[in-house]
T-cell receptor
Framework: SQTIHQWPATLVQPVGSPLSLECTVE??????LYWYRQAAGRGLQLLFY??????ISSEVPQNLSASRPQDRQFILSSKKLLLSDSGFYLC????????????FGPGTRLTVL | AQSVTQPDIHITVSEGASLELRCNYS??????LFWYVQSPGQGLQLLLK??????LVQGIKGFEAEFKRSQSSFNLRKPSVHWSDAAEYFC????????????FGTGTRLTVIP
C-alpha cells in the first residue's frame, strides 16, 4: 500500500531564516505531487504541483520554491522566511491519471517568529 | 473558474443526531467531487468521492453524499453522529488546471455535544 511521509512535524523558525520541508511517498511510482498551505481558519491553497522529476508548476507567487530531486521526493524551500509563511503545510500525491484522488500526508506546522 | 462554497463555518450537533454539511460548487465541466475530513493537527483523510454514475455515494465512517447537478451541490450526510466525528470537513472539486488539481472550500468545523 502507499504511504506518504512529511517531516518535520512541527517547526519554529525566526524571520529571515531558510526553510526546507520534505515529503516522500512509498509504494507507488511516478506520482503527481502537491504542496498545499492551510492558514488558520482558511481552506487549502495549492502552492506547487509536480508531474515528474524536475517538473514544478507554481500556482501562486510567493516566497517559497519547490523541487523534486527524485521520483517520490518533494521538497518545499525558502531562502528567507516571512511572518506570513506561518501555517500548516500539507503534501499530497495522486496517480498520473487525469482524474484521481489526492492522498494527503500528516502535515508540517510551521511557525515563523 | 472553479470554486467551492461551504456556507457553514461551524456546526454544532448533539451525539446521535443527524448531520448535513453543505457544499456548492462552480465548475465548467463535469465535476469530480470529494469530501475530506481533518482532525486537529492532522492531514486530510478522504471520506468519499464522486466521479460518475450513481449520484448517491457511500463513504467511510457511515457518511454519504448526494450529487445534485441542478443545484450544483454535493452535500455530506450522516444519519447519526458520533462524538468521534468532531473535526473539520472540506469539500473539493477537481480536476482544475494542470495535473488533477483540486479546489477546496474553506471548511466546516463540526462540534459534537455529548
Amino acid at each position: 500500500s502507499q504511504t506518504i511521509h512529511q517531516w518535520p512535524a512541527t517547526l519554529v523558525q525566526p524571520v529571515g531564516s531558510p526553510l526546507s520541508l520534505e515529503c516522500t511517498v512509498e509504494g507507488t511510482s511516478n506520482p503527481n505531487l502537491y504542496w498545499y498551505r492551510q492558514a488558520a481558519g482558511r481552506g487549502l491553497q495549492l502552492l506547487f504541483y509536480s508531474v515528474g522529476i524536475g517538473q514544478i508548476s507554481s500556482e501562486v507567487p510567493q516566497n517559497l520554491s519547490a523541487s523534486r530531486p527524485q521520483d517520490r521526493q518533494f521538497i518545499l524551500s525558502s531562502k528567507k522566511l516571512l511572518l506570513s509563511d506561518s501555517g500548516f503545510y500539507l503534501c499530497a500525491w495522486s496517480s498520473g491519471r487525469v482524474v484521481d484522488t489526492q492522498y494527503f500526508g500528516p502535515g508540517t506546522r510551521l511557525t515563523v517568529l | 473558474a472553479q470554486s467551492v462554497t461551504q456556507p457553514d463555518i461551524h456546526i454544532t450537533v448533539s451525539e446521535g443526531a443527524s448531520l448535513e454539511l453543505r457544499c456548492n460548487y462552480s465548475y465548467g465541466a463535469t465535476p469530480y467531487l470529494f469530501w475530506y475530513v481533518q482532525s486537529p493537527g492532522q492531514g486530510l483523510q478522504l471520506l468519499l468521492k464522486y466521479f460518475s454514475g450513481d449520484t448517491l455515494v457511500q463513504g467511510i465512517k457511515g457518511f454519504e453524499a448526494e450529487f445534485k447537478r441542478s443545484q450544483s451541490s454535493f452535500n455530506l450526510r450522516k444519519p447519526s453522529v458520533h462524538w468521534s466525528d468532531a473535526a473539520e470537513y472540506f469539500c473539493a472539486v477537481g480536476p482544475g488546471t494542470g495535473a488533477n488539481n483540486l479546489f477546496f472550500g474553506t471548511g466546516t468545523r463540526l462540534t459534537v455535544i455529548p
